[in-house]
């Protein structure tokens, strides 16, 4: 009996089809493996030489158009979180408390949630804070104001020979030189693009630790170019004659509120005396790294720009977003990259911790609103300054460890048991006043209670404090129309010129 091996052709067709069909994906792996290769290789060939303290982004971003493209993004305002994004959100009148709790602080006229990047110019231009200086020596605000918003700010202290040159004088000194917002500059060496901090007061805070800030890790420079600006600081007028306004961290002690408090009590700093109850205050900026270096993600080594700056690939590039925003608007570059928990779920879990440090917050905002009220009460009714000495203290304690929370941006996030601690001392200090006020209000004759007055909105309180709003925004309408287009003008002019030089 024979047997016939002889394959069929359709099956020698479909192994010569196999065959040629696995070569040919595999020729285009290889062929686009090597692209890629290729293109990580030359993408990042500097096309301009980029002068020492160029400060303008766009120029930078001839040499890195990903970083630059996605940094432009920082420009959208449409994305918004209960408790942050990048949407402006006028805090004040969601929370009218602040206005009473700022009372006679430039805080209470106005305070907007900040954008992005793009915007910090436009930003601290147009907010009542910086008020309608008539001209460069006029206006409430130091110089000092404009340190974390602009890469011209390091330009302009090399040009005028360091950070105390640069503090000295009003804000409006500089008006039309500081033209470029938060960028390139601020974070990066031109020649290397290696991270560096540019800012002397964050070099000087390590300084004054003992710790050298050039010793530390690429992963911690991830968070450090971050807390050049993202920190609680003062202006240093110890020496107001020689260094007027010096941007200082208060860090001698360490990054606890406790520790920066003690530190401010010791040198007898004060931001500002409250207009009802008298109390000298102190207010908290935005000590976003401090509060993190307390939370889960940095005991871990997480930095900063992993989550608000997440690694994204484009063919065979890998880069750093520089969409600086909220991480819940790249969950999956920004967390999943960690966590194994659907979007849904991680959201849920940040915005219960958020709620429920939000809860303490307003519990707190509502007691020390009654103490500065009680403690108008007790003035009026002709309390001595011995008698409201404690009391005083305590209303400035309790809104210091407040405002440490509530101007932290993230913070109920970042670190929510810290900042649940933080709120319960506000909350402890505030009663405490609010107690001894009770016992000298009631020898001062005050036996009933103190009517609270209507503040459910940012105008009823304003209203309450006595701020002449209309005169305000009409003041700084006018400036806007009138002096900001001038300062551009000067900038335009001047940017002209340089291109000329430079021969672009």
């Not at 110019?121 to 340190?147: F, H």
């Not at 039309?176 to 601020?186: K, L, R, S």
């Amino acid at each position: 009996m024979t047997h016939n091996n002889k394959r069929s052709p359709w099956i020698n067709i479909a192994l010569f089809s196999i065959t040629v069909i696995a070569v040919f994906v595999l020729g285009w792996f290889v062929s686009t493996i090597s692209e890629r290769r290729a293109e990580a290789l030359f993408a990042y060939k500097p096309k301009v030489k980029l002068a020492d303290f160029e400060s303008r982004n766009e120029v930078w971003g001839k040499n890195y158009p990903w970083q630059y493209e996605s940094y432009r993004k920082t420009q959208e305002t449409d994305f918004k979180t209960p408790y942050g994004g990048n949407a402006m959100k006028d805090v004040l009148e969601e929370n009218p408390e602040m206005v009473v709790m700022w009372a006679g602080y430039a805080f209470s006229k106005d305070y907007n949630q900040g954008r992005g990047h793009s915007y910090a110019i436009d930003d601290v231009r147009n907010t009542l804070r910086t008020a309608a200086p008539k001209g460069p020596d006029d206006g409430p605000q130091p110089n000092t104001c404009w340190a974390c918003k602009s890469p011209d700010v390091p330009r302009m202290m090399n040009q005028l020979g360091g950070p105390g040159a640069f503090y000295t004088g009003k804000w409006a000194k500089y008006g039309d030189e500081i033209v470029n917002p938060i960028g390139c500059a601020n974070c990066h060496n031109p020649e290397t693009m290696d991270l560096v901090v540019m800012q002397p007061a964050l070099i000087e805070a390590f300084a004054a630790r003992g710790k050298d800030i050039t010793k530390a890790t690429h992963q911690e420079m991830r968070s450090l170019v971050c807390a050049q600006c993202h920190v609680e600081y003062y202006f240093n007028n110890k020496n107001k004659e020689e260094r007027p306004n010096y941007l200082t961290f208060p860090w001698v002690n360490g990054f606890t509120p406790e520790d920066m408090l003690r530190y401010y009590d010791d040198i007898g700093h004060v931001d500002w005396v409250h207009t009802l109850s008298k109390a000298p205050m102190l207010k908290a900026q935005h000590p976003d790294y401090e509060v993190y270096t307390t939370g889960i993600h940095a005991e871990r080594g997480v930095s900063c720009a992993d989550c608000h700056m997440p690694y994204v690939s484009e063919g065979g590039l890998k880069y750093s977003n520089h969409h600086v925003t909220s991480p819940l608007k790249y969950v999956s570059q920004a967390c999943q990259t960690c966590h194994r928990e659907s979007e849904a779920t991680l959201q849920k879990n940040v915005f219960d911790r958020q709620n429920k440090v939000v809860e303490l917050r307003k519990k707190a905002e509502e007691m020390l609103t009654r103490a500065h009220i009680e403690a108008k009460t007790a003035w009026d009714l002709g309390a001595k300054e011995e008698q409201m000495k404690d009391i005083l203290y305590k209303i400035r304690v309790g809104q210091w460890f407040w405002d440490y929370v509530a101007a932290s941006h993230g913070g109920s996030f970042h670190s929510p048991v810290e900042s649940s601690r933080v709120l319960g001392k506000s909350i402890e200090n505030a009663q405490e006043a609010r107690i001894l006020l009770a016992r000298l209000l009631a020898t001062l004759g005050q036996t009933k209670e103190i009517p609270y007055p209507d503040i459910t909105t940012k105008a009823k309180a304003q209203q309450y404090i006595g701020l002449p709003m209309e005169q305000l925004r009409k003041e700084k309408e006018e400036f806007i129309n009138e002096v900001i287009p001038v300062w551009k003008k000067k900038a335009a002019d001047r940017e002209t010129a340089y291109k000329i030089i430079l021969n672009e």
